[in-house]
């Protein structure tokens, strides 16, 4: 016997699982902002740490 679920339970079940996605992908928008702010800041350190030392291994900025 082959049963045959109606589509507006097949939409019903597709929206319980965006919502557990969706809660998911914020966190995970919010973790990317982070990293990528910690990165940029790690980078400029880099940089000036690189500019504060050129002049003694004789490089120009």
């Known amino acids: 016997m082959s049963t045959n679920f109606p589509l507006a339970t097949?939409?019903?079940l597709l929206n319980e699982q965006l919502k557990?996605?969706?809660p998911q992908v914020?966190?995970?928008?919010k973790?990317?902002?982070i990293m990528t702010h910690?990165?940029?800041?790690?980078l400029?350190?880099?940089e000036e740490?690189?500019?504060?030392?050129?002049?003694?291994h004789g490089y120009a900025e």
């Open 44 to 46: 400029d350190a880099s």
């Open 10 to 12: 097949e939409t019903e």
């Open 38 to 42: 910690i990165n940029s800041r790690l």
């Open 26 to 29: 914020h966190i995970f928008d």
């Open 31 to 33: 973790y990317k902002t």
């Open 20 to 22: 557990l996605i969706k």
């Open 49 to 56: 740490r690189l500019n504060a030392l050129a002049p003694l």
